[in-house]
């Protein structure tokens, strides 16, 4: 198991061969939706704040910086942790439902579930044939799918044992999984050109949407389960009708293949990312593209909503993760950790931590940190992103600081006391506990149904076997 992460901090000088640094950059003339804040003036150095891989374990309080160093803020993330077991590049990474386990697939055809909890050990699950492409963990958490260049989709059972069942019905690259809020279906997306949405407990294939016309490389449900966001190789991001199987819409946008998509939390909006180097966020209900982004220098791989609706991380393959703050549409901050291209990009169900995943063959775990003082006493409230005055508009490619008003009242926020808010123990167990004799019921239904329609199946060939009998037998 790898060491945890001591930060420290400089502000030039050779930069370390191994690092893990973020740019927290200085003002410029990025302008700001035209529905929240004017344009920021000025200009500031920017900074380069580094966080090392040290051996010793993870220090909380920094030491004093010396004149060289710059001292971090409190909400700047940080690198918590990284797991290192695959033997190839890391393809796609998900958090369980309690954040205590975290999942990755890699080109070396294996699954890795990671324990949160520290000295724990990693499982390893061997099954796919070939690259696993895609994992997504049930909403309860006791189940893990899966799917592969094998053109099979696996549903695990994520404990020592590592059980699976295998899904058969693509005709090429299974590229991306994804479970319905209530758990009981999953969407499936491949080279095939379809989109498949398939019976968890039933354990069968339901139905296509076929109107792509080259791979498509993602698939995902809305919140509320009625629709489904796909993107394409086509160019085109589609809307499609959970009960009707019909195409809503289809976004046009943008220049080059389409690599990921998703809902943001409140089932407003969709973000996706492509090859042309751009992040772009829609309203589904308008259609109308809220905001644009062009941040990275090379192909967006990956993004992924935070819990609240208010940020966004990105994954590319120029090796940086990029957080967005949709509210203000613009760059929070720049992550300089992985040696080569971030394929993938994660954050767990509180938005506490996110997890990405690279061609270095390492899963990092940062926390999030930013988000605490903005919404440590409110609930977080799930809001569409602001939109641009002009649909066209592109935010350069300029990092801009929390204003000053921003941060005094951020300030004042962190003076007053926090009453915490506790759960007990007890609770969680109990809880945890019924969560997990449901799910140990739902698959012995399951395999009760596999049974009645083997048996149904036997009954149809014997009354067809006397049929044939009794029609050869003479009067």
Partial sequence: MEPAIQLSFQSGGKKPRRRVSFNRGGRGEAKRPALLLAAVGGAETERDETAAAASSGFSGALGAPGPAMAAPCLEDPSLERHFKGHRDAVTCVDFSLNTKQLAS??????????HMKPQSRAYRFAGHKDTVTCVNFSPSGHLLASGSRDKTVRIWV???KGESTMFRAHTATVRSIHFCSDGQSFVTASDDKTVKVWSTHRQKFLFSLSQHINWVRCAKFSPDGRLIVSASDDKTVKVWDKTSRECVHSYCEHGSFVTYVDFH???????????????????????RLLQHYQLHSAAVNALSFHPSGNYLVTASSDSTLKILDLMEGRLLYTLHGHQGPATTVAFSRTGEYFASGGSD???????????????????RVQRPPATLASSSRTLPEVDSPVPPDRGRSQESMQSQPQEPVSIPQTLTSTLEHIVGQLDVLTQ??????????????KLKQCLENQQLIMQRTPP
């Fill in 105 to 114: 697939g890699s080109m070396d055809s294996c699954l890795m579930v990671w």
């Fill in 158 to 160: 994520p404990n020592v």
């Fill in 265 to 287: 939390p409140s089932g407003t909006c969709i973000a996706a990312a492509g090859m042309d180097n751009t992040v772009k966020v829609w309203d589904v209900r308008t259609h």
């Fill in 361 to 379: 063959e390492q899963v990092m775990v940062w926390k999030s940190n930013f988000d605490v003082v903005n919404y440590g006493e409110v609930p």
């Fill in 444 to 457: 012995t239904v399951s395999i009760l149904e596999q049974r009645l329609t083997l048996t149904e199946d």
